[in-house]
Each structure stands twice: as structure tokens, then as C-alpha cells.
């Protein structure tokens, strides 16, 4: 948890004033939360009427104008668009001279380190890329999670502290990620959060099919303890068939994934066999099980119903 308080903005006058473009889930909380910490957003931009009444619900009174007209409001600019849109968007501000000399840019890409934002740095823009690693919602919460929320900085090596600045203001713990690293921190983020969400929705489905009333309590504890648990252990807080060698078990849970939701196969396989290899290279998986096991797995995958394996047998499904 972050030791870091937030200062008082009555005990000084805004220093920066701020401006966002993109009204998505992220930049009114990111304004937001450095209003409180004493900046003064003057201009909002939004396209959708979603994005429009976001910005309007959590920074009530900031105009909303052209993105153009952000830029030459604001001493600090939040470019918070979608990865994809980011490159075309900076090209355009850069080539329409909307960018001035000594301007704050800010991008909220994971995928993307400073270096996206060249023409508006060869435009006179200091340049920096702050991804908060944290999951939105476009409500107020988001301002609260900022709080010990941790941030990949990446900026010029001059930069570094007033991009780390910034971000201890939000709240937030400033984490430095290399250029040249910034997808691979991206493709981490994804996958342990964005991909979870699907498990999970996956696991829900599964379990009302299954007859559970209410699978989000069932799973909530048992989430919660396998998450805390990997946290602190990582491959050592592995459990469940695939680890213990099971193969009759796996067969049959891909034999009934067939049978009811032939969508999910797919990933339990891919995910069955990443742990699988864990669970070797660990050692908690003995090799003299690895082998039926996977055979089971490179069975599936070709097709065949689960139910094949060298034991033939149903492991308790614990």
C-alpha cells in the first residue's frame, strides 16, 4: 500500500492546469485524481455521448472542446485513447501545430513507451508515458484504486523525475519500464488481468450450467485464496488435477467441456498444458504422471473425446 499522502490542494494554488483528450474510462480519473493533488483541468474532449457524460459526471464544469482547443488550454495534456488510435492521433496534433514548445504529453498506453510521441517531442512537447496498471470502471471508484496503484513510467532519462512526480501525486507507485520492454509489460498486464476476466466469466457459465444458484460466492473464496496464494508462492501455490498428474480427471473435464460448452476447450487444453509444464519444471508434477497426462492433452487437441489415457481412469475432481 502506498505511504504516500495526498497533499491538501487548499494548501496551495494549481500549478498546472489539465487537459484531457479522449474522455474514455481512464483520462477523467487520472484528472480527477490530479485535481485533488492541487492541477486545475480546464478542457475535456469526448466523441461518444458515453465518453461526453463520463466527463461531465466527474469533472463537472470542465468544458468539453476539440481536442485541438485541449492543447492550447492546457499546460498538461492526457492522451488517453485506444493503443491503436495513439500514433495517428499524436501525428495529426503534431502536423496541425496544435502541440506548443515546453507542453506536458502524456500517454496512457501500456503498449507504447515515450517514443510514440516523437513528432510532438521534434514539435517542442516534453514527452512522457505513465499506464496506470489498474483496471477501470468510469465511476468515481477509479479515483480511490489510484491509491498504491502502481505505474509503468517510461520517459527521456531528464524526464524521469518529473514523470515519477506526477505519478506519486495521483497516488500511484512509479515503476520505470524501458522502452524497448514496453510490450512485454503490456502482454504481462493483459494476461494475468484482461485474460482472468475471461476465465472467470467462463467459470460462472460453467457452474450455472452445472446447477450452482450463485457461482459468483462459490468462486469468490476460492478465487481470492488462489490469487493470494500465487502472489506469494507463484508456481509453488499450484493445486487441482492438472498438477497432481490426474489424466483421467483432465479426460473427463474435456469430455463434459465438450458436451456443454465446446467453446471453452480451447482454452482449458492451452492452459491446462501451460501448467502442466510448470508443474514439471517445479517438480510438483512427478514425470512418471507427466506422460499420461499429456497424452491426454495432445489427444484432445487433436480431436479426440478426453476419455482416452493410458490409466483409463476418473480422478477425483478435488
Known amino acids: 500500500m502506498s505511504t504516500v499522502q495526498q497533499p491538501d490542494p487548499s494548501d496551495r494554488p ?172 503490456h502482454a504481462a498486464l493483459a494476461l494475468g488481468a484482461n485474460h482472468l476476466v475471461t476465465l472467470v466469466a467462463q467459470a460462472m457459465e460453467l457452474l450455472r450450467t452445472a446447477g450452482v444458484e450463485a457461482p459468483d460466492r462459490m468462486l469468490g473464496p476460492l478465487l481470492g485464496a488462489a490469487l493470494d496464494n500465487a502472489l506469494r508462492s507463484g508456481d509453488a501455490a499450484l493445486t487441482g488435477p492438472v498438477a497432481r498428474g490426474d489424466a483421467g480427471t483432465v479426460a473427463a473435464h474435456v469430455t463434459e467441456l465438450r458436451r456443454h460448452a465446446p467453446q471453452a476447450v480451447d482454452g482449458y487444453l492451452a492452459m491446462a498444458r501451460a501448467t502442466a509444464d510448470r508443474a514439471l519444471a517445479h517438480g510438483l508434477l512427478k514425470p512418471e504422471l507427466a506422460e499420461d497426462l499429456l497424452g491426454v492433452l495432445a489427444h484432445s487437441a487433436d480431436g479426440g473425446t478426453g476419455t482416452s489415457g493410458t490409466n483409463g481412469t476418473e480422478g477425483n475432481p478435488r
Not at 480527477?32 to 457524460?53: C, E, F, K, N
Request: glycine share 10%; proline share 9%.
Open 14 to 185: 494549481a500549478r498546472l492546469t489539465v487537459g484531457v483528450v479522449g474522455a474514455g474510462r481512464v483520462g477523467p480519473a487520472l484528472a480527477a485524481s490530479l485535481q485533488l493533488a492541487g492541477h486545475r483541468p480546464v478542457a475535456v474532449s469526448g466523441v461518444s455521448d458515453a465518453s461526453r457524460r463520463r466527463a461531465e459526471a466527474m469533472l463537472p464544469d470542465v468544458p468539453l472542446v476539440p481536442p485541438a482547443e485541449v492543447l492550447r488550454r492546457a499546460d498538461l495534456v492526457l492522451l488517453t485513447v485506444p493503443d491503436d488510435a495513439l500514433p495517428g492521433l499524436v501525428a495529426g496534433l503534431a502536423e496541425t501545430g496544435a502541440v506548443r514548445p515546453g507542453q506536458l504529453l502524456v500517454h496512457t498506453s501500456g503498449r507504447y513507451g515515450a517514443k510514440v510521441l516523437d513528432p510532438a517531442l521534434r514539435a517542442g512537447a516534453l514527452p512522457l508515458a505513465l499506464h496506470p496498471a489498474m483496471t477501470f470502471t468510469g465511476t468515481p471508484v477509479d479515483v480511490q484504486r489510484l491509491a498504491g496503484c502502481s505505474f509503468g513510467v517510461t520517459a527521456p532519462e531528464e524526464l524521469r523525475l518529473a514523470a515519477e512526480a506526477l505519478v506519486i501525486e495521483m497516488g500511484g507507485e512509479p515503476e520505470w519500464i524501458f522502452e524497448e520492454n514496453r510490450p512485454l509489460y
